[in-house]
């Protein structure tokens, strides 16, 4: 019983901690204690979140300038109408906690508070997020939540935080499920709907327990800005996208609406070449990976804004079935992936691994394809389809073989919708 009323008798103390805050405080803390809702917020995360994140670029150099000016630019870009609508802020937005143990922001950094933040990206339309630690520190050695969970869960309430991304550094001896299964029951508690961005780098394989604990779960370690590396940085590795996307063999049957595998934050506009970029963004949105932004939006080339707001690619990553895509088959180092569509279309996804450009001739008569997982089937010689490619814009249909060039380290990237029997 003591163990039941654990969650309630820690939120009675937390908020009478909390009695000098502002009454709109309190109406968005007062909520039904975790121990009676111990869920996830099932109402978000239907398709894969879409936004942008400062660490890739930024790191540890960030500030409530810097958010705004992003928030502004994801609006001015297209890209707040192409669906990227999550701000948010990772590592190092913390001050000290405050004698009460709460957390605050650093005041040099955020001298206008996350509240004002918060309002301030939430009248453009988008929402916010911010980012901590299961561990009593951050990666980068800020303060973590670890003791603090209902606290902070409280707090980000008190904000109008939209997003937690929560990271697994300095986390020795810590259950990973407990860990997170904490901070959910605390958000849950604190009562506004927060995403929740499992960030344990798939060392417990989260995928085995964590669909009823958060939105979405990442499957490797940091990505690099690279097509085919591994980028070592002593006693771990930053990974290139090819590696990344070789590390999803297997998970696709753990990923779904509201439960998402996540490759870690896009590196588009980061230095690899556009068809690199292009064969990135087409690999994320083909696997139904969260599509978080990484670039500094607010300098982006016009081609890395194409790229990024391609709305035909995205809505591969945004189909209401979730469906992940699978490797149908390979020629060498010409990778073929398929992803079931609502209304029985389909994607297809021809991926050059090689240094080379490749020419290939695809014979749709040749081919049935069978998702043994969502038991989805067509055969293209025996239906005929209309498709388009999504980079180039070239349409075609099947009832002749497709000669295509793929670029190196490039994708070809085909939408196909059903048309009549032959």
Not at 84 to 107: L, T
């Amino acid at each position: 019983m003591m163990k039941a009323l654990l969650p309630q008798l820690m939120l009675g103390a937390l908020f009478a901690a909390t009695s000098s805050l502002a009454p709109e405080a309190h109406a968005q803390a007062s909520v039904k204690p975790a121990a009676a809702a111990p869920a996830k917020f099932t109402e978000l995360a239907k398709t894969p979140q879409m936004g942008w994140n400062t660490w890739n670029t930024f790191a540890c150099d960030i500030d409530e300038q810097l958010i705004r000016e992003s928030a502004d630019a994801l609006v001015s870009s297209g890209m707040r109408e192409a669906g990227y609508v999550y701000v948010n802020i990772d590592d190092c937005w913390h001050g000290k906690r405050d004698e009460n143990g709460f957390i605050q922001p650093d005041p040099q950094r955020f001298p206008s508070g996350m509240k004002a933040l918060a309002d301030y990206v939430h009248a453009r339309g988008l929402k916010l997020g911010i980012y901590s630690d299961a561990g009593a520190h951050t990666c980068a050695g800020k303060p973590g939540s670890r003791g603090h969970e209902y606290q902070d869960a409280l707090t980000y309430a008190r904000w109008g935080i939209d997003y937690l991304k929560y990271d697994w550094c300095d986390t020795e001896g810590l259950n990973s499920k407990g860990a997170y299964t904490t901070m959910r029951d605390a958000l849950r508690a604190a009562g506004r709907p927060v995403l929740f961005a499992i960030c344990e780098w798939g060392d417990t394989k989260p995928w085995d327990w964590a669909a009823d604990v958060g939105h979405s779960w990442r499957t490797t370690g940091d990505i690099y800005p690279c097509w085919d590396c591994d980028f070592n940085r002593g006693t771990w590795s930053s990974w290139g996208v090819l590696p990344i996307l070789d590390k999803q063999a297997g998970l696709r049957k753990f990923s779904g609406p509201g439960r998402w595998n996540d490759m870690d934050m896009m590196e588009v506009g980061k230095g690899m070449t556009e068809d690199e970029d292009k064969a990135h963004f087409s690999i994320w949105a083909m696997m139904n990976s969260p599509l978080i932004a990484g670039n500094d939006i607010r300098k982006m080339s016009a081609a890395t804004r194409k790229i990024l707001t391609n709305r035909r690619v995205i809505a591969l990553n945004q189909d209401e079935r979730g469906i992940q895509a699978w490797r149908f088959m390979n020629d060498g180092q010409l990778d073929m992936y398929a992803k079931p569509l609502a209304n029985g279309e389909w994607a297809l996804m021809f991926l050059n691994r090689a240094d080379k450009a490749r020419s290939y001739r695809f014979d749709w008569n040749e081919h049935e394809l069978k998702d043994e997982f969502t038991h989805n089937q067509v055969h293209f010689g025996k239906v005929r389809h209309s498709f388009t490619e999504l980079w180039s814009g070239d349409t075609g249909d099947t009832g002749k073989p497709y000669a295509m060039n793929v670029p190196a380290h490039g994708v070809v990237v085909l939408h196909l919708r059903p048309q009549s029997p032959r």
